[in-house]
């Protein structure tokens, strides 16, 4: 007898287990009226339970009269039969979702602080030790997470969307694997170079950057330095732009060691199909415009008259 109610014991313990496939995330809705049978047959099959008859063993024996509140549910984390079982007959629906949104051109920190601002309870340091490493591969866009969401979740959801969104504009273009991290590096300062969503601009100030490696010429772009020193154009100094680093591109050749930020899928998609053009220099004036120039003096020319 021992062994029997032992055995039994087990069995229930098993089946109590959320499956692996449980799905976090997704709203499961109890239309008003359903049979607890239907109910429980439903939940089995979107794997939210491993056995609809002990889900409705256990629902009668927690209540005599086997109640389940209708209504939508959404569970951030796989839950056992025992608890799914309380929440259905308490109506106990689940955490709201938060909404995060990255702009493009972020850095980890940035993310780490918007994430931070929005999730009180999430653990910063924590998030930028994983994402140490994955500058410009973290995806900027909008996310709807759990109050509950852990530094590795999140991340996770931000590398899974990278690879979701860019590696389909790699195989449209047909880009070969070696090429494709100095293109998100280049797609990065991009996207602190050409501001707004003007795709042509995008696609110019990408090929300007390249000719200017082509032809053995320095890049040149603040946002390099931006992302080193934290400071904006006008803050940069003469002895700024002489600083020894790989990231200075004043004093170095080619791009810099990683990406400086987050692209976003324009930036991305006109490095990759960037536009030819004449100039080999470009600024933008207090006028609210691009301003390009072929040669030295057209850039300085452009400077008096579009600096004020």
């Known amino acids: 007898m021992l062994l029997l109610i032992l055995f039994t014991f087990a069995l229930g313990f098993v089946k109590s287990m959320p499956p692996a496939e449980f799905p976090v995330g997704e709203i499961v ?28 063993l256990l629902l009668k024996l927690r209540s005599s009269q086997g109640l389940i509140v209708a209504g939508d549910y959404i569970f951030d984390r796989p839950t056992s039969a025992f608890v799914l079982v309380d929440r259905l007959s308490r109506g106990e629906y689940g955490p709201t979702q938060i ?8 850095t980890i920190q940035q993310i780490a602080d918007i994430v931070t601002e929005a999730v009180p309870d999430f653990n910063t340091n924590r998030f930028l030790e994983l994402a140490e490493g994955k ?12 109050p509950s969401v852990t530094p590795k979740e999140f991340l996770q959801v931000l590398e899974e969307n990278f690879e979701a969104k860019v590696m389909s ?9 070696e090429d494709r991290a100095d293109l998100i590096t280049l797609a990065s300062i991009v996207e602190r170079e050409a501001f707004g969503d003007n795709y042509e601009e995008h696609q110019i100030v990408a090929g300007i950057l390249k000719r200017r490696m082509e ?4 890049l040149q772009v603040d946002a390099t330095l931006h992302y080193l020193l934290g400071k904006t154009s006008s803050q940069l100094t003469r002895a700024d ?3 020894d680093s790989p990231y200075n591109t004043y004093v170095n050749e080619g791009l810099p060691p990683g990406p400086i930020a987050s692209p976003g899928l ?5 490095t990759v199909d960037s536009k ?10 207090s006028d609210g415009r691009i301003h390009y120039a072929v040669d030295h003096d057209e850039h300085v020319a452009n400077k008096r008259r579009y600096l004020k």
Not at 169 to 177: A, G, H
Not at 215 to 218: Q, S, V
Not at 266 to 270: R, S
């Open 169 to 177: 504009i790699f195989e449209e273009y047909e880009v070969p694997v």
């Open 276 to 285: 030819e053009s004449p100039y080999l220099f470009y600024l933008h004036g």
């Open 215 to 218: 032809i053995g010429m320095r």
């Open 29 to 56: 809705t109890v239309e008003p009226g359903g049979g607890v049978r239907t109910i429980a047959r439903e939940l089995e099959e979107k794997q939210y339970i491993a056995s609809a008859e002990w889900f409705m």
């Open 135 to 146: 500058e410009g591969y973290l995806f900027p866009d909008t996310y709807q997470v759990f």
């Open 241 to 243: 732009l002489r600083l």
């Open 99 to 106: 909404r995060v949104t990255i702009p493009e051109g972020s």
């Open 266 to 270: 324009v930036a991305i998609e006109t």
